[in-house]
T-cell receptor
């Protein structure tokens, strides 16, 4: 079965710090990769996704993620976080026609 | 304004009671999903449906049931067999590009 690991469960940063959240998956074949974000009191929503092509994908609000096939990773990055980035972040992996598998999530708190 | 609606926002269940959580979408999506969200455990799939009148068990289906009689609706029943029902329940649908769209959630509490 597919598994998705998000190693950082809780991250606390000051504003303007750089962010990198890890996401690793277990399946070695073709996958579709997603990052979703859940801001306090809001719906879970798509941040960015990768299906094929350029392994560096850009999403909303200055976020980007890099797919490294050899490392089975899809880490999320942002050069300079803002207080408004405080949220829970979920990585998801979809293999073929299977239902997406979600990681356990990372709670990010950004101090103003 | 298209999207997913879930009701109620909060639901209280008594011991031995079945309760039903509503999920409606007007996005014309074929696929719909129910997830359970617990702190530190992420989203766990309860049931999913890829087309009307068909649904499949997810990873934690025991104690839950669903129906998919209409494309727009995918209600979830939490039965008395579910021994630990207190959680946040999320409904979602997905578009042909496989992006999932989530509802606002229902928080279920046991009295």
């Amino acid at each position: 079965a597919q598994s998705v690991s998000q190693h950082n469960h809780h991250v606390i940063l000051s504003e303007a710090a750089s962010l990198e959240l890890g996401c690793n998956y277990s399946y070695g074949g073709t996958v579709n990769l997603f990052w979703y974000v859940q801001y306090p009191g809001q719906h879970l929503q798509l941040l960015l996704k990768y299906f094929s092509g350029d392994p560096l994908v850009k999403g909303i609000k200055g976020f980007e993620a890099e797919f490294i096939k050899s490392k089975f990773s899809f880490n999320l990055r942002k050069p300079s976080v803002q207080w408004s980035d405080t949220a829970e972040y979920f990585c998801a992996v979809k293999r073929g026609s299977y239902i997406p598998t979600f990681g356990r999530g990372t709670s990010l708190i950004v101090h103003p | 304004d298209g999207g997913i609606t879930q009701s109620p926002k909060y639901l209280f269940r008594k011991e031995g009671q079945n309760v039903t959580l509503s999920c409606e979408q007007n996005l014309n999506h074929d696929a719909m999903y129910w997830y359970r969200q617990d702190p530190g455990q992420g989203l766990r799939l309860i049931y999913y449906s890829q087309i009307v009148n068909d649904f499949q068990k997810g990873d934690i289906a025991e104690g839950y049931s669903v129906s998919r009689e209409k494309k727009e609706s995918f209600p979830l029943t939490v039965t008395s067999a579910q021994k630990n029902p207190t959680a946040f329940y999320l409904c979602a649908s997905s578009d042909p590009g496989e992006t999932q769209y989530f509802g606002p959630g229902t928080r279920l509490l046991v009295l």
